[in-house]
Every structure is written in structure tokens, then in C-alpha cells.
């Protein structure tokens, strides 16, 4: 029982990190778009 609630938790934080993972590279791609595309950084 113990067991199979610990693979459990541990599935869910796995896709939890997976998830913020991709939220977090989607938000630095846009705002890297952004000051690329407002000359801010020089292009």
C-alpha cells in the first residue's frame, strides 16, 4: 500500500516538473521574442 502510493507521488511529480519545465522554456522563448523583436537587444 505504502508502495504504490510513493510511485504514485513520484509519477506526479515527475510530470509536474515536466510540465513547469516546458512552461518555463515557453516563457523565456517568448520574452526573448519580444526584446528581439523591439531592438532592445541589439538586433
Known amino acids: 500500500m505504502f508502495f ?3 510511485y504514485d507521488a513520484f ?3 515527475f510530470i509536474f516538473n ?3 519545465f516546458k512552461i518555463f522554456l515557453s ?3 517568448l520574452i ?3 526584446y528581439a523583436f523591439n531592438g ?3 538586433y
Request: charged fraction near 5%; aromatic fraction near 28%.
Open 27 to 29: 516563457l523565456t522563448f
Open 32 to 34: 526573448l521574442n519580444f
Open 18 to 20: 515536466i510540465l513547469i
Open 4 to 6: 504504490i502510493f510513493f
Open 40 to 42: 532592445i537587444g541589439g
Open 11 to 13: 509519477d506526479l511529480f
